[in-house]
């Protein structure tokens, strides 16, 4: 168990910060973690002018995973995935977290989210194979 948690513990360490050229305080964080095609999950984390408070986007990453699986999305069901983490979906088809949980608590559900999407990417692939 100890390996088990020793490499999660340095999966997770393993994050990169990257500033968003000429996007003010913009900040790209990559992890580890990746989806069933090898790509890595990020976000954005940003704050709004002179407020403290910490906003957290995938960037439209989660709707892009989802819109690979061929299946005519509907949007109505992508919210209700969503909703049920606390996050909001725009109409530009960018995931938000703008609540006032922890920052844990939001990294950890933009994360769900993803993993979430991820496997019904998964799901509808097989189905569809």
């Known amino acids: 168990m100890k390996q088990v948690m020793e490499a999660l513990q340095n999966a997770a360490s393993k994050v990169e910060l990257e500033p968003a050229p000429g996007m003010g305080n913009l900040i790209?964080?990559?992890?580890?973690?990746?989806?069933?095609?090898?790509?890595?999950?990020?976000?954005?984390?940003?704050?709004r002018g002179k407020r403290k408070k910490i906003f957290l986007t995938d960037a439209g990453l989660i709707l892009g995973t989802l819109q690979k699986s061929g299946?005519?999305?509907?949007m109505g069901l992508v919210q209700s995935l969503l909703r049920t983490y606390g996050l909001i979906f725009t109409q530009e088809g960018v995931v938000i977290d703008q609540s006032d949980r922890s920052i844990e608590e939001r990294v950890t559900a933009l994360f769900q989210a993803w993993?979430?999407?991820?496997?019904?990417?998964?799901?509808?692939?097989r189905q569809e194979g």
């Open 28 to 47: 790209k964080i990559t992890t580890q973690f990746r989806d069933r095609n090898g790509s890595p999950f990020a976000f954005y984390a940003y704050t």
């Open 71 to 74: 299946m005519g999305l509907q």
């Open 115 to 125: 993993c979430a999407a991820d496997g019904v990417l998964r799901t509808w692939t």
